[in-house]
């Protein structure tokens, strides 16, 4: 059942019960009028209540169902809001915990409205690419104000329900509850007071007029406009709620549906979509139930205070967890602490921290110089130099301090985890922890799982993931990762784009243009153009068949290994991040071209972002089939969470989805006759080729 019924003296209770968030799904909606029809049909019953079952009033529409016949399947929802309001006894809506999307449509509905404090109001859609779609463009504005009504509508942020019911000649709260627990009781209470009252008010007869629509109007789409972007949806909401203040409320309602049905199919809506479902999928490993039990995580041990060891820190005093950092020397540990206080000094300056929440979370770090220090911590988390000797002097000492059970983390970015995991007798309480530089901001975490890494360790570093607030997506071992395993490909293919013709800024413009953040080479010199340099002389020994453009190693034995050294690919004045095109580095490249014989060619942006997009992702379709990613929504998330990927477009996976397998196949064949560039690279994945073959999709 996905409501329940119950009849409380001359009120009937109608609870919506469909865990999580009671979702609006076919079967509630049917179960919804079905209930509001027995409390009609039913002499003793005088008023109704509406409310939800668990955490939720409404989390809203179900989403799995969009796209799905049964999201139009009679009723739909716009039907049950017809049926509430058409109801000829009085329906009370009893709000809590969360009301939103079409909750809250749903709830707009009802005669009358009663909210706990504290509970979270929104019309969220917009998050999801879309508009409310029920009525929420023409009634919120009409119980709450048109610019109050506006600004939820069009941000999808979620407002305190006390915050809400202070606006004033605000209709959207009859009442609210003097705390959560009193909410039955009082909604009772309200319901029965009320059961006589006639006419029953409806928010669609509520005046909706702005006093100075033209110029308020405007000016919402010009702010709208600049922070849109590459996303309709924002704009649409404000042509939604203009037709609320200019046109009768049918009128506006088609508008409102006509406007909705577009957005639900454009490319950008799926994408958002996609991620909601991507982003709560990628904690769900399909091997480790969600019952698993876990440990108890309130302490931590960082080693290393370096680049990512305070970084890593930092996400742990931001989550009121204690950490204790060990180094081996004095003066680095007090390096590291000063990096930290910087960085939580300009966010203080920023006004984005309380000078009494900085003091209270460094109040939570201590360190030591002494492993033995850190025998209590329940997890720690190495991040030394990359060198596997000072990873196995480092996992040894772990090894002999922690309690048993204690979770051992590394945050190594190449290594191979299960020669780490081998220095200790406790492989299974190994993992790695991938986080991202600037390891406080950054949200995602990549979560290496070792052949021997325990379940209960998988369980437990998940939901510590969510605690510090990163999307964590696990990975199997392999060099790389999921990640850098990638864009070791994506920049290859940057190399030979220049080989053939292209200046790094043309590169960098065109996939800029794509949407991604930073083109590849504004990338390497942001990351250090040394760093991919050692990685290849590293493959340069191990797969010495591989090809490669040497313009990049050309360019770090000039020394411009990027914005740390001033000068990389582009030219950095001191304190600015703005890339400079540099001639000295563009004669490098043609240089380089003509010792190679190439006459240059004209590529076009288009070339340019399939090459980059397409060794993405077939390296990504490899990565899935040898089940280093279980899913390929996690690999969207990787690059969305990671590596600048436009969320517009949902994931290179996504992407590749929406182009077609079979077209992507057949532009890698294409790439594969290029005598410049990798004619094996090209092989289409078999995974890929099966699908593209199939007709088939990775999502
Ligand atoms: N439909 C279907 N499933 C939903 C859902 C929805 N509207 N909202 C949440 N869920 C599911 C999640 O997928 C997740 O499922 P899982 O356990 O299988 O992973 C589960 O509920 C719990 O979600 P969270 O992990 O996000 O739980 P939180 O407690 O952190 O947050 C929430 C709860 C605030 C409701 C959050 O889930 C949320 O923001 N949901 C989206 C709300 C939304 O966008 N509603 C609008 C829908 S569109 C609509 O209503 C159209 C209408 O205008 C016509
Ligand atoms: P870093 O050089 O900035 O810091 C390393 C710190 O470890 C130094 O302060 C050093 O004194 C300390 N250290 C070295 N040996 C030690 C030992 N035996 N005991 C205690 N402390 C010791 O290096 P960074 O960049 O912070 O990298 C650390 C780890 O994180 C590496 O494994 C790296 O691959 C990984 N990583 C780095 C990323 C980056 O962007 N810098 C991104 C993701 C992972």
Redesign the pocket.
């Known amino acids: 059942m996905t409501t329940l019924y119950e009849v409380h003296g001359s009120v009937a209770l109608i609870t919506l019960s469909n865990p999580?968030?009671n979702?609006?799904?076919h079967a509630t909606r049917l179960s919804i009028t079905d209930n509001l029809q027995k409390a009609n049909d039913d002499d003793a019953v005088k008023s109704i209540v509406i409310t939800g079952a668990g955490?939720?009033f409404s989390?809203?529409?179900?989403?799995?169902?969009?796209g799905s016949p049964k999201a139009l399947q009679e009723p739909n929802?716009l039907s049950v809001i017809v049926a509430i309001e058409k109801s000829p006894k009085p329906v009370v809506a009893a709000i809590h915990s969360?009301c939103?999307?079409?909750?809250l449509?749903l709830a707009l509905g009802c005669h009358y409205r009663i909210a706990a404090p504290g509970c979270?109001v929104?019309?969220?859609?917009v998050?999801?690419g879309?508009?409310?779609?029920?009525g929420?463009t023409q009634r919120l504005p009409r119980a709450l104000g048109v610019e109050p009504a506006l600004n939820m509508i069009v941000s999808?942020e979620?407002v305190k329900s006390e915050m809400l019911a202070q606006i004033p000649g605000q209709k959207l709260f009859d009442k609210l509850s003097s705390s959560p627990d009193t909410l039955a009781e009082e909604a009772f209470a309200f319901a029965q007071a009320i059961a006589e009252t006639r006419p029953l008010p409806l928010v669609r007869d509520l005046p909706c007029k702005h006093r100075n629509g033209d110029a308020y109007f405007q000016f919402a789409r010009n702010m709208v406009k600049g922070m849109a972007k590459n996303f309709p949806a924002p704009l649409k909401c404000v042509d939604a709620v203009e037709a609320a203040t200019r046109q009768k409320f049918e009128d506006g309602m088609r508008i409102e549906r006509e406007l909705?049905t577009n957005l639900m199919f454009t490319p950008e809506s799926r994408a958002l979509r996609h991620v909601?479902?991507a982003e709560?999928?990628a904690?769900?490993i399909p091997d480790v139930p969600a019952d698993t039990a876990q440990r108890a995580i309130n302490s931590i041990a960082v080693i290393g205070a370096g680049t990512m060891g305070g970084g890593i820190a930092m996400n742990f005093l931001n989550a009121g967890i204690p950490v204790k950092m060990l180094e081996m020397k004095q003066d680095a540990l007090d390096r590291g602490i000063a990096t930290m206080r910087k960085n939580y000094e300009s966010q203080v300056k920023k006004g984005k921290l309380k000078q009494d929440k900085y003091e209270e979370r460094m109040g939570l770090l201590s360190t030591t110089l002494s492993y033995d220090d850190l025998k209590d911590a329940d997890m720690v988390i190495e991040a030394v130099f990359e060198e596997m000797g000072v990873k196995e002097k480092v996992f040894t000492e772990l090894d002999r301090v922690m309690k048993p059970g204690a979770i051992l983390a590394s945050n190594t970015s190449t290594l191979d985890l299960n020669q780490i995991a081998s220095f200790t007798k406790r492989p299974e309480d190994v993992v790695g922890l991938h986080f991202f530089s600037p390891a406080n901001i950054m949200k995602l975490l990549e979560v290496v799982r070792g052949d021997k890494t325990a379940k209960y360790v998988m369980a437990t570093v998940m939901a510590v993931a969510k605690k510090i607030r990163k999307t964590a997506v696990v990975s199997g071992v392999c060099d790389g990762f999921i990640g850098n395993r990638m864009i070791e490909q994506y920049g290859r293919q940057g190399g030979f784009l220049l080989d053939e013709g292209c200046t790094p800024a043309q590169v960098d413009k065109a996939i800029e243009k794509f949407g991604f953040a930073m083109g590849p080479f504004r990338m390497g010199d942001l990351a250090g153009n040394d760093i991919g340099w050692a990685i290849r002389k590293r493959r340069y020994q191990e797969k010495p068949d591989m090809k490669y453009s040497k313009t990049a190693d050309l360019l770090c034995e000039k020394g411009r290994f990027g914005q740390k050294t001033g000068a990389g690919w582009y030219d950095y004045v001191a304190g600015k991040r703005d890339a400079i095109p540099n001639q000295e580095v563009v004669s490098m490249i043609e240089a380089h071209r003509n010792s190679l014989g190439i006459t240059p060619r004209k590529i076009s942006d288009d070339e340019i972002v399939q090459r980059l997009v397409y060794s993405l992702v077939n390296e990504a379709a490899h990565i899935l089939e040898e089940g280093i990613a279980s899913k390929a929504s996690d690999i969207d998330m990787v690059y969305l969470m990671g590596y600048g990927f436009p969320l517009y477009r949902g994931g290179p996976m996504l992407y590749a989805d929406q182009v077609g397998l079979f077209n992507v196949v057949q532009a890698m064949n294409r790439f594969a006759k290029n005598p410049l560039d990798d004619a094996s690279f090209w092989q289409p994945a078999p995974l890929l080729a099966r699908l593209a073959a199939e007709g088939k999709t990775f999502n």
């Open positions: 999580p968030v979702g609006l799904g955490k939720a989390g809203g529409a179900d989403i799995k169902e969009f929802l969360v939103m999307g079409g909750g449509e979270s929104a019309l969220p859609e998050k999801l879309l508009l409310p779609g029920a929420g999808g979620p909705f909601f479902m709560r999928a904690s769900k």
